[in-house]
């Protein structure tokens, strides 16, 4: 019998143990992979290709918002990922299904729920919790930005991500052990795609799609 395999990334061992405790019996054989952080995380998708699913926090070390999404999304694109956050307002659902997930559980679901959703994602669905209002007309403006965020690769992904973080091009370069020339056509490359003229713009629109954690 083939065993289910499942990423659980999360920077609170607590909750990683919770939803470990909560996802068994949806297989007899179940293989269960933690990670604290976003980099655990990349790694565990790489370690285990075979993987079923990806049950992942919105906000971990080395991530914030939906940038670590994005990156996983490009990088992984087989691999199924369920949002699983304490932030459940409908703004953050619709962006993070829009941005690739194949479910979101708010972190306050009960474990049948939990299940229910995983259940329904492993068939091939998409999970979110009730029906939510049409997008506004600032949503509907995000939707192009994060269309053209997807077209970004994932190590444009991350080379945005760490430009959020106020990294220079020699820092960026230094952490991804590339050239600095690398980098800057990376930048270079991200600032066409998002059709900005700046770094500081490209952080900016960034920003914009992460706002939707704390609005």
């Not at 369920?82 to 194949?102: H, K, M, Q, W, Y």
């Not at 930005?145 to 945005?160: A, E, F, G, H, S």
């Not at 952080?203 to 914009?208: S, Y």
Request: glycine residues 8%; negative net charge; aromatic residues 4%.
């Amino acid at each position: 019998m083939q065993t289910l395999t499942i990423i659980i990334a999360d920077d609170h061992p607590l909750f990683r143990g919770a939803l470990s405790q909560g996802v068994q019996g949806i297989a007899k054989q179940l293989a269960i992979i933690e990670a604290g952080d976003f980099e655990a995380a990349r790694q565990a998708a790489q370690q285990y290709p075979q993987a079923d699913l990806m049950l992942l926090d919105l906000s971990m070390p080395g991530v914030s918002g939906f940038s670590g999404l994005m990156s996983l999304r490009a990088e992984f694109p087989g691999l199924p990922i369920v949002i699983v956050t304490a932030s459940d307002d409908c703004a953050t659902i619709r962006r993070a299904l829009d941005t690739g997930a194949s479910g979101f559980i708010s972190k306050s679901s009960g474990l049948s729920d939990i299940r229910d959703g995983i259940r329904t994602v492993l068939d091939g669905g998409i999970w979110a919790p009730l029906h939510d209002p049409e997008p506004t007309e600032d949503e509907q403006g995000l939707h192009e930005l994060m269309d053209r965020l997807k077209t970004l690769t994932p190590q444009q992904n991350r080379v945005l991500a760490m430009l959020g973080e106020g990294l220079l091009n020699k820092q960026i370069a230094y952490e991804l052990k590339v050239s600095e020339a690398t980098i800057k056509a990376h930048v270079s490359a991200i600032l066409l795609k998002l059709n900005v003229d700046s770094r500081t713009q490209a952080v900016i629109k960034l920003g914009k799609i992460n706002m939707a954690m704390v609005a």
